[in-house]
């Protein structure tokens, strides 16, 4: 099942929980990539774009974040995945804050030390960061090799994404 599709037990999309999250820290304009599910219903407030090739793994989906968000004039993008729902407005807006916000921000969360979500990428790294991924590997390689700064987060939040057996009650919504 697309993760696109997915709900919580209390039946609330994952998509409409990340993207209200982005909107409580102050992010605009949300804009959300669609691959397996490209019909999948967005809240009002974000911008559906379609992945054409995400079979091509995490990579195409963060080059087409960046190419979308190139479009706009927001100067850094906030990259978070839709199997991290739960995640604090506080979260983001830390590591937002941190970052200094520019075009030449690079942060991410960490957790214990441990890198999660969200990260942020000024737009000085949009290019190299989607020339940098590949296949199923984000931007994370490129993070690293950057010397992004690393927020410290575990106080406000686990960092663990859905994937993981320590999080329950998902179900599928059905469209």
């Known amino acids: 099942m697309p993760k696109a599709l997915a709900t919580g037990a209390d039946g609330v999309p994952w998509i409409d ?8 820290a ?4 949300i ?14 407030l974000a911008r559906p774009r379609t992945v054409a090739d995400w079979n091509g793994g995490l990579s195409s989906t963060l080059r087409a ?16 995945p839709v199997d991290v729902p739960d995640i604090p407005p506080t979260v983001l807006a830390r590591v937002l ?13 960490v957790y214990g030390r441990r890198p999660g979500h969200p990260a ?3 737009r000085a ?3 190299a960061a989607a020339a940098a991924a590949s296949g199923d590997q984000g931007a994370g390689p490129y993070l690293a090799r950057s010397g992004a ?7 406000l939040w686990h960092g663990r994404d859905v994937d993981r057996p320590e999080p329950t009650g998902v179900t599928a919504r059905r469209c």
């Open 17 to 24: 929980r990340v993207v209200a999250s982005l909107a409580a």
């Open 26 to 29: 102050g992010c605009a304009p």
């Open 31 to 44: 804009l959300v990539m669609l691959g397996a599910a490209p019909d999948a219903p967005v809240p009002a």
């Open 65 to 80: 974040a960046l190419l979308a968000a190139g479009e706009t004039s927001a100067e850094v993008a906030v990259l978070v």
């Open 97 to 109: 804050r941190a970052s200094g916000g520019g075009s030449d921000a690079l942060a991410r969360a």
């Open 120 to 122: 942020v990428l000024g």
């Open 125 to 127: 790294h949009w290019t």
């Open 149 to 155: 700064l690393q927020v410290e987060c575990a106080d």
